[in-house]
């Protein structure tokens, strides 16, 4: 194999993951494969949401990410927004993205290399907050958008628009705004529809309503949302992307939400549909059928 160069991003500060990565480099190495490995960096950070730089060249065939989900939207940050496709490996945990179980790394490797694996492209979004008449905030993220207060025992008051049409006043612990990738994460947690990942769609989900009438609304990729907090809050309010960046909002703050220009590439799993994944990581219930073709149903 020649021309051929990929990324590993690896989880943070996790001894197995670096030693998987190195591993894996030295394999493909003797495949005459190029290779440069990048630890991920520490999550939680809060107060900026400027672009995250990345060690990793240009022009690589794919990144393959060694960790978890969290690693993995680090690395679609990093490096899958601009188009690279991304190898998710799952080296434990629940892990909707990283579908790729350790001890089927070198044969999905194997079918990398061959061009025997489908890539699927994932809806990203865009937030920009506006602070007197300014720009203070612009970031993409791949899951979801939350706006909360560090003290949940207060309610947030949240004015939201579409396309400058106002839709309600949010009272509620929180607001998240999820991508269909982002579905099966914290907006799952909070009653909020599982969307299938490829769907031109977003879905906004309150946390723990005052009024239970106020219910999760999904909305096309065409939409433009506009939030403000209809009151000035006593306590500190964040927009946290992607569960990882933290923004600290101010009242008066304009958010808006809408479809970024740049999308992420997903390899499929080779073993598994997605409903299959679906199944096996929340554990449903269930009986296969065949039709009856050998007399059982």
Same mark, same amino acid.
Not at 166 to 174: C, P, Q
């Given at each position: 194999?020649?021309?051929?160069?990929?990324?590993?991003?690896?989880?943070?500060?996790?001894?197995?993951?670096?030693?998987?990565?190195?591993?894996?480099?030295?394999?493909?190495?003797?495949?005459?494969?190029?290779?440069?490995?990048?630890?991920?960096?520490?999550?939680?950070?809060?107060?900026?949401?400027?672009?995250?730089?990345?060690?990793?060249?240009?022009?690589?065939?794919?990144?393959?990410?060694?960790?978890? @989900?969290?690693?993995?939207?680090?690395?679609?940050?990093?490096?899958?927004?601009?188009?690279?496709?991304?190898?998710?490996?799952?080296?434990?945990?629940?892990?909707?993205?990283?579908?790729?179980? +350790?001890?089927?790394?070198?044969?999905?490797?194997?079918?990398?290399?061959?061009?025997?694996?489908?890539?699927?492209?994932?809806?990203?979004?865009?937030?920009?907050?506006?602070?007197?008449?300014?720009?203070?905030?612009?970031?993409?993220?791949?899951?979801?958008?939350?706006?909360?207060?560090?003290?949940?025992?207060?309610?947030?008051?949240?004015?939201?628009?579409?396309?400058?049409?106002? +839709?309600?006043?949010?009272?509620?612990?929180?607001?998240?705004?999820?991508?269909?990738?982002?579905?099966?994460?914290?907006?799952?947690?909070?009653?909020?529809?599982?969307?299938?990942?490829?769907?031109?769609?977003?879905?906004?989900?309150?946390?723990?309503?005052?009024?239970?009438?106020?219910?999760?609304?999904?909305?096309?990729?065409?939409?433009?949302?506009?939030?403000?907090?209809?009151?000035?809050?006593?306590?500190?309010?964040?927009?946290?992307?992607?569960?990882?960046?933290?923004?600290?909002?101010?009242?008066?703050?304009?958010?808006?939400?809408?479809?970024?220009?740049?999308?992420?590439?997903?390899?499929?799993?080779?073993?598994?549909?997605?409903?299959?994944?679906?199944?096996?990581? +929340?554990?449903?219930?269930?009986?296969?059928?065949?039709?009856?073709? @050998?007399?059982?149903?």
């Amino acid at each position: 194999m020649t021309d051929f160069s990929i990324g590993i991003i690896y989880k943070y500060a996790h001894k197995p993951a670096q030693e998987e990565a190195e591993k894996l480099e030295n394999w493909l190495k003797l495949r005459n494969v190029s290779v440069f490995m990048e630890e991920m960096g520490p999550k939680g950070k809060i107060g900026g949401c400027s672009e995250e730089s990345t060690s990793l060249p240009d022009g690589l065939n794919c990144i393959v990410v060694l960790g978890g @989900d969290g690693t993995l939207l680090g690395a679609a940050r990093k490096a899958g927004r601009y188009g690279v496709p991304i190898l998710g490996v799952n080296l434990g945990g629940l892990g909707f993205l990283t579908g790729i179980p +350790l001890q089927k790394l070198y044969i999905v490797i194997e079918k990398l290399l061959n061009n025997q694996l489908e890539i699927e492209s994932r809806l990203m979004l865009e937030t920009k907050v506006i602070r007197e008449n300014e720009e203070v905030c612009n970031f993409h993220f791949l899951n979801d958008v939350v706006i909360n207060k560090s003290a949940l025992a207060r309610i947030l008051d949240l004015d939201v628009s579409i396309n400058n049409d106002f +839709l309600t006043s949010f009272r509620a612990d929180g607001l998240i705004i999820s991508t269909p990738t982002g579905s099966t994460g914290y907006n799952l947690s909070a009653a909020g529809p599982i969307l299938y990942p490829t769907l031109s769609n977003f879905v906004l989900t309150p946390i723990c309503p005052f009024t239970l009438t106020n219910r999760p609304i999904i909305l096309p990729d065409s939409d433009i949302v506009s939030i403000k907090m209809a009151n000035e809050s006593e306590e500190r309010v964040l927009l946290t992307f992607d569960g990882q960046i933290g923004f600290d909002l101010l009242y008066g703050d304009e958010i808006r939400i809408y479809k970024s220009d740049e999308r992420i590439r997903l390899f499929k799993s080779p073993d598994q549909t997605y409903f299959e994944i679906l199944r096996t990581k +929340l554990m449903w219930g269930g009986t296969t059928y065949n039709n009856g073709k @050998d007399g059982s149903v």
